[in-house]
């Protein structure tokens, strides 16, 4: 059972438009929702994360959008660059210290220039 | 967020032989650390929690008696893969609790050929 289901598998965008990745969830219990970035041969980088008591969070170009009900989330990268081509993942924890993240199986995003 | 090392950043071994990896945590005290691993092209699969000064939480299929974990202090995890397989080639991640404790930061991962 796939707790975590992430979508597009890839995506590729032209530089300067907009990359969006969504994720829909199971387990109502999770309240920890982060992105990371991973760069091949590299560990994944923390990019953004949110809780579910709101509905957007924005970091520079980079923002989640939260719909609890619909038990989904979703990563706008605006003004998307070359440098934003990577593999992101989204994950779902209890928000609890100690406890592990659950992935999205990934997506590769390509950002031609 | 926290800082994490990894040690080796790759090896390979030649089939039977144990290899173990290192996994630090240069800023933080971690009571928890965990560890994951990732085939080519997946995602990351959580292995274990590793728990200082107890027992390592291993995840349903993951056999504890082949990746031993030991976290002996508050700043070292290891991961020791043993009577190691072709098939046990991955690249194998840890990760560390930030200042938040729901915060995970990841460490630059081990790259494992077994030949």
């Known amino acids: 059972q796939q707790q975590v289901k992430q979508s597009p598998q890839s995506l590729i965008v032209q530089k300067g438009g907009i990359s969006i990745i969504n994720c829909a969830y199971e387990n109502t219990a999770f309240d920890y929702f982060p992105w990371y970035q991973q760069f091949p041969g590299k560990g994944p980088a923390l990019l953004i994360a949110?809780?579910?008591?709101?509905s957007e969070k924005k970091e520079g170009r980079f923002t989640i959008s939260f719909n609890k009900s619909a038990k989904q989330f979703s990563l706008h990268i605006m003004d998307s660059q070359p440098g934003d081509s990577a593999t992101y993942f989204c994950?779902?924890?209890?928000?609890?210290?100690?406890?592990?993240?659950?992935f999205g199986k990934g997506t590769t995003l390509s950002v031609s220039s | 967020g926290a800082v994490v090392s990894q040690h080796p950043s790759w090896v390979i071994c030649k089939s039977g032989t144990s290899v173990k990896i290192e996994c630090r945590s240069l800023?933080?005290?971690?009571?928890?650390m965990f560890w994951y691993r990732q085939f080519p092209k997946q995602s990351l699969m959580l292995m274990a929690t590793?728990?200082?000064?107890?027992?390592?939480?291993?995840e349903q299929g993951v056999e504890k008696d082949k990746f031993l974990i030991n976290h002996a202090s508050l700043t070292l995890s290891t991961l020791t893969v043993t009577s190691a397989h072709p098939e046990d080639s991955s690249f194998y991640i840890c990760?560390?609790?930030?200042?938040?404790?729901?915060?995970?930061?990841f460490g630059p991962g081990t790259r494992l050929t077994v030949l």
């Open positions: 994950a779902a924890s209890k928000g609890q210290a100690g406890t592990a993240l659950i």
């Open positions: 590793s728990n200082e000064g107890s027992k390592a939480t291993y």
């Open positions: 949110i809780r579910p008591d709101v």
């Open positions: 800023d933080f005290q971690a009571t928890t």
């Open positions: 990760s560390v609790p930030g200042l938040e404790r729901v915060e995970q930061f």
